[in-house]
């Protein structure tokens, strides 16, 4: 008798974290755009190779290309940074 109301509110419940869920993407999503960009200008500057791969389509995808989230993923940090082979040529003055 009851079966059938608790399972349409378990699947509305559901639908209202989908739908919160995407509606958190569509308000962070952009600011996150930018301050990835700022910090790839950045990184750019003094590496010479960007930190992220723009434009992030996903929350998902986002959290998944994050260079410095690793204490979260519960990896050992990675020290992999790559410097210039060549030393940058003197500018004569």
């Given at each position: 008798?009851?079966?059938a109301?608790?399972?349409?509110?378990?699947a509305?419940?559901?639908?209202?974290?989908?739908?919160g869920?995407?509606l958190?993407?569509?308000?962070?999503?952009?600011?996150?755009?930018?301050?990835?960009?700022?910090?790839?200008?950045a990184?750019?500057?003094?590496?010479?190779?960007?930190?992220f791969?723009?434009?992030?389509t996903?929350?998902?995808?986002?959290?998944a290309s994050?260079?410095f989230?690793?204490a979260?993923?519960g990896?050992?940090?990675?020290?992999?940074l790559?410097?210039?082979?060549?030393?940058?040529?003197?500018?004569?003055?």
């Amino acid at each position: 008798m009851w079966r059938a109301p608790v399972e349409a509110l378990k699947a509305d419940v559901v639908w209202f974290q989908q739908e919160g869920k995407r509606l958190f993407e569509l308000l962070t999503l952009p600011v996150l755009q930018l301050l990835a960009a700022a910090l790839n200008f950045a990184v750019v500057v003094v590496q010479s190779r960007p930190a992220f791969a723009l434009p992030f389509t996903s929350l998902e995808e986002m959290l998944a290309s994050n260079p410095f989230a690793t204490a979260s993923a519960g990896r050992p940090p990675r020290l992999d940074l790559k410097t210039p082979i060549e030393p940058m040529a003197r500018v004569a003055r």
